[in-house]
């Protein structure tokens, strides 16, 4: 797992490569190189993992020396692949020779066939082709920049916006304050953009063109297994995507909740591992129904981990709100970054470079409230939800407020906007002045490009969600926070021969009456305990509905402050009603205060403001 930063005719120099040596502080380099009329700099910074002698050393060139990489992640199938290499003698095993050895004998489209998590530059020096390439779920990000004769790309940001000049995209707010996250090719830079789950883009160095396309396939449905076999194949995939995310010349741990998903993870790492797997939880010191630290507890002492945790308080969370934003790089309104970073800490406080988590589970397996939802609305009538759209305002649980205000859309796309919707585009106009408009071509890109059209529409909103909400909320900050602390997080859930497989599977074995991952519980009561498998969700959350009910602190007087950054883009006065209606207890807007406190801090830190 590493960090790459590189440029098309953009000096680039140590300074800029030493802004992600967090991500990688094993080794690093920087190389120049002159192709034709362009100059071209390639930076990589290691963190080892596979192969921890000099020969997986990057940059790395081919065996004929027609191709060079910079590469970011873990292919957990690369030995795999290496078998159809025999004619090639490799000078060490790490991955990223496999790979760029791969792709010089079967090209760029054989990236299809790489099971594992990445972004990577690949430079075709005879065709004088450049590419960019992200894993198909997009747990690595890969943000880039380009004009006529310019192209820079990096694993973070901030190496872009250190050549730049940028300003914020307003629009691009608008979705932001929609969503909670900015989705794939968006941030909020208007020059500065990131790549889908499962994109090339192809950047021609002789006329400077780029060219973007993805290499997923929409999903083939498979209904001729019944229950009891597909819940033997489920068992063998899943088992084996443990077996193979282990691969590593480091030890590996696991993220533990006090759900299934990680305890099912946390069952096979032990089982595969010759001794005994460090897990590690988070908790809060005040009483909160988010706190999991028992229930991990209690799952650690049934499988035998030699089990860490830490609990955090309502001062350390407000402490580190500013630090987390500055790490993520785009605000997000999503209260589990928090608790995040603090886990990180202590995984690397005890030495640990690898950790493998259960997320990844809920969006394939229907595991959110969401999916029942859209699921119980294609049974009935849709007038039956627009007589009861009025009633969504007597009501302060979020999830029943967006169910009355969505499902009585019949268009889909347009539907699962407002489910999705953080805020309402009356709500963001006031907010910001601005009208918000990318989200419904942003929804539509996957809805298309997966067939959704001729799929039922749980499992489509489902596949959209592995794409989008997953990939560039959820993961993205996952990433970030890990990589800060020079740690890599496997998702082996999201292991594509796994994914491939649930998604093909009829509606019912995930979603059964009101039982979500139904397929992957069933599976479950093999190796777990039913007191395990059937608690209730709790989600990775933080007691945050509380705490912005009680406290006034500084952040809460600075947002609202006439002179901030924040109040260039804001209107204060609505801002300041969001505050007052969730203090009140007239409905819960944790997220929506999440959301804005995250962006408060990126506006008031970011250079291209305070630039101006």
């Known amino acids: 797992m590493c960090g790459i930063v590189g440029a098309v005719n953009r000096e680039l120099n140590e300074d800029i490569l030493n802004l992600i040596e967090h991500r990688g502080p094993d080794s690093k380099d920087l190389i ?12 990589h910074v290691r963190l080892a993992i596979q192969d921890l002698t000099s020969a997986g050393h990057q940059p790395m060139y081919s065996y004929n020396k027609k191709f060079i990489i910079i ?24 991955d990223t020779e496999t790979i760029v050895n791969y792709m010089t004998e079967f090209g760029i489209k054989s990236v299809k066939d790489f099971n ?40 973070e940001i901030r190496p872009i916006q250190k050549l730049i000049k940028n300003e914020i995209d307003k629009e691009n707010l608008a979705t932001l304050l929609k969503l909670r996250y900015n989705p794939a090719p968006t941030t ?57 995310q282990l691969l590593a010349d480091v030890e590996v741990a696991v993220l533990l909740s006090g759900g299934i998903d990680s305890a099912l993870v946390a069952y096979y790492a032990q089982k595969y591992s010759d001794k005994t797997i460090k897990t590690f939880t988070i908790g809060f010191h005040e009483a909160d129904e988010s706190d999991e630290t028992s229930d991990a507890q209690e799952t650690a002492k049934i499988l035998g981990t030699d089990h860490y945790e830490i609990k955090i308080s309502e001062d350390e969370f407000e402490n580190i709100f500013e630090t987390c934003v500055n790490i993520v790089e785009e605000p997000l309104g999503t209260t589990s970054i928090i608790p995040m ?64 205000n969505s499902l009585g859309e019949s268009d889909t796309t347009k539907r699962w906007e407002r489910i999705y919707s953080l805020f309402s585009n009356q709500e963001i106009k006031k907010l910001i002045h601005t009208e918000e408009h990318k989200s419904q071509p942003l929804i539509k890109h996957f809805y298309t490009l997966l067939d959704g059209e001729n799929r039922n529409s749980t499992d489509a909103l489902m596949s959209n969600d592995i794409r989008m909400n997953l990939c560039d909320d959820l993961l993205l900050y996952t990433d970030k926070i890990s990589m800060h602390f020079s740690i890599e ?33 069933k599976f479950a009561e093999n190796t777990l305990p039913k007191e395990i498998i059937y608690r209730k969700k709790k989600g990775f959350t933080s007691p945050t509905k509380k705490w ?30 969001i505050f007052t209606t969730h203090r009140e207890g007239k409905k819960n807007m944790e997220k929506q205060l999440f959301n804005l406190i995250s962006i408060y801090y990126w506006i008031e830190k970011d250079e291209t403001y305070n630039n101006k």
């Open 32 to 43: 120049k190189m002159e192709i034709e009329k362009n100059t071209v700099f390639l930076g």
């Open 71 to 94: 590469f970011n992640g873990e292919i957990y199938n690369h030995l795999e692949l290496r078998e159809k290499l025999n004619h090639i003698t490799f000078n060490g095993h790490s």
């Open 116 to 155: 594992g998590i990445f972004a990577f530059s690949l430079l075709d020096i005879e065709n004088q082709k450049l590419y960019l390439v992200r894993d198909r779920y997009g747990v690595k990000p890969l943000y880039y920049y380009h004009n006529d004769t310019e192209l820079i790309y990096a694993s």
């Open 188 to 244: 909020l830079y208007k020059e500065i953009e990131k790549l889908r789950a499962g994109e090339i883009l192809e950047y021609d160095l002789r006329t400077h063109h780029k060219q973007l396309n993805s290499y997923i396939l929409p999903i083939k449905a498979n209904h001729n297994l019944d229950f009891d076999q597909a819940l033997k194949r489920y068992g063998e995939l899943f088992e084996a995507s443990i077996k193979r």
């Open 341 to 404: 970073y603090y886990l990180n800490k202590l995984v690397a406080e005890h030495g640990i470079k690898v950790v493998l988590t259960g997320q990844g589970a809920d969006e394939p397996l229907g595991g959110y409230s969401r999916y029942q939802a859209e699921k119980l609305s294609n049974k009935l009538p849709r007038s039956l939800f627009n007589i009861a759209k009025p009633f969504s305002k007597l009501t302060r649980k979020e999830s029943l407020y967006r169910a009355l």
């Open 489 to 521: 997080t496997r998702v082996p859930i999201l292991d594509n021969e796994l994914v491939a497989f649930i998604e093909s599977l009829p509606l019912e074995y995930k979603i059964k009456g009101k039982e979500g991952k139904y397929i992957h519980k």
């Open 548 to 577: 912005f009910k009680e406290k006034k602190g500084l952040t809460y007087q600075n947002m609202l402050t006439s002179n901030s950054n924040f109040s260039n883009y804001f209107n204060l006065d609505e801002v300041k009603k």
